[in-house]
């Protein structure tokens, strides 16, 4: 009797305990700019591109739901520009001028589909001709570039449900960083301008 008991004691706490390991676990992966652009070195002032996927790990247990069928209660993913590979607690904010963590313009994902284990969905822009001559077709979201920023090393990050409103197995997956560097936008001096004869000089 005894043992009946525990056994059904045990498959009851399994059947309780069960939902609480059915997490998802959200981490994404970038692609930067080609070589044929200028790869991930820029100048101050221009736009930052790149491309992006958020994927549900194949070892998650359940889907992550996303905004298009949960609302706020689905994850989202922000795009940011930072100093060290640390995500900010909480939303990004946005602003036109440099600060740590700042959100760059454009860079709030809030349309996102449900995510079963494994799946993943992909984020980027309509295919536009840069570079060249001869130009060639990219598909890059476009950021531009905050003002205030002064030559160095920073990192665009995605940070993948950053108000946290989806509980997953992994918590410490969910910022991805790529190292950029940004250079000075070099000042042309103005052309010397060609200096007229005088007047009543040797004809």
């Known amino acids: ?23 998802p676990d959200l981490t994404s992966e970038m692609y930067g700019r ?10 101050i002032g221009d736009e930052i591109l790149i ?17 298009l069928s949960a609302h706020t209660s689905g994850w989202m993913a922000d795009v940011i520009l930072s100093r060290d590979t640390i995500g900010p607690r909480g939303f990004a904010i946005y602003s036109p001028t440099w600060r740590e ?3 760059l313009r454009g860079g709030r994902m809030s349309r996102t589909n449900d995510l079963a284990p494994g799946a993943e969905q992909l984020f980027n822009g309509p295919t536009i001709m ?4 001869p130009a060639r077709p990219y598909d890059y979201l476009a950021f531009p570039m905050p003002t205030g920023l002064r030559a160095g090393a920073y990192n665009v990050c995605v940070v993948s449900d950053p108000a946290n409103v989806v509980r ?6 969910n910022t991805t960083c790529m190292a950029i ?7 042309r001096p103005p052309m010397p301008r060609p200096s007229l004869p005088l ?3 040797n004809k």
């Open 51 to 67: 491309s992006f996927k958020v994927m549900n790990r194949a070892t998650a247990t359940s889907a992550a739901p996303g905004t």
């Open 181 to 187: 560097t940004i250079r000075p936008r070099l000042v």
């Open 101 to 103: 963590d700042v959100l």
């Open 168 to 173: 997953e197995i992994n918590e410490r997956d």
């Open 130 to 133: 840069r570079g060249g001559p």
């Open 1 to 23: 009797m005894k043992i009946g008991l525990c056994a059904l004691a045990f498959a009851c706490a399994t059947m309780l305990a069960g939902p609480a390991f059915a997490e």
């Open 34 to 43: 080609s070589d044929y652009l200028g790869g991930n070195t820029y100048t």
């Open 199 to 201: 007047p009543g000089g």
